[in-house]
């Protein structure tokens, strides 16, 4: 069986909840990731991300230059551990509509599971590397 910890993205983004949203987005598109860790002091207290925004942007809820990334961010509500496989992260996410995982080994953050990742493993497991 596959690992999480095989897949997933080392390197872990955040932000600060007084930050303006829109920095936050800009961070997102800037290295070409879907959300953000939240961050407040050393611990990781939720998640934004681009699709949390654009739903409150299109459905004309926020301003989007004013907006602090509090207001629209989500409780951390679900981890996995580095050590748990593919079909856990992928029932975690079907059953819970997510497309982002913070990851753990021994209760500290250490990555972060995305579709994006899923689709590198599925890619792997089948030998495709073009479409």
């Not at 955040?14 to 611990?43: C, H, Q, R, T, W």
């Not at 209760?107 to 972060?112: P, R, T």
Request: charged share 25%; aromatic share 10%; hydrophobic share 40%.
């Amino acid at each position: 069986m596959s690992k999480i910890g095989d897949f997933m993205s080392t390197t872990i983004y955040y932000v600060n909840p007084d930050e303006f949203a829109s920095k936050a987005v800009e961070k997102m598109y800037k290295n070409n990731i879907g959300a953000l860790l939240v961050k407040v002091g050393e611990e990781y207290v939720g998640m934004f991300t681009k699709t949390d925004w654009m739903l409150h942007v299109l459905r004309g809820e926020c301003d989007p230059k004013a907006m602090k990334v509090s207001a629209l961010m989500t409780k951390l509500k679900y981890t996995i551990d580095q050590d748990q496989t593919i079909a856990e992260a992928c029932a975690l996410m079907e059953k819970n509509h997510i497309r982002h995982i913070p990851v753990k080994k021994e209760n500290n953050v250490v990555g972060m599971f995305s579709v994006k990742d899923l689709e590198k493993y599925y890619l792997q497991l089948h030998k495709k590397t073009d479409f």
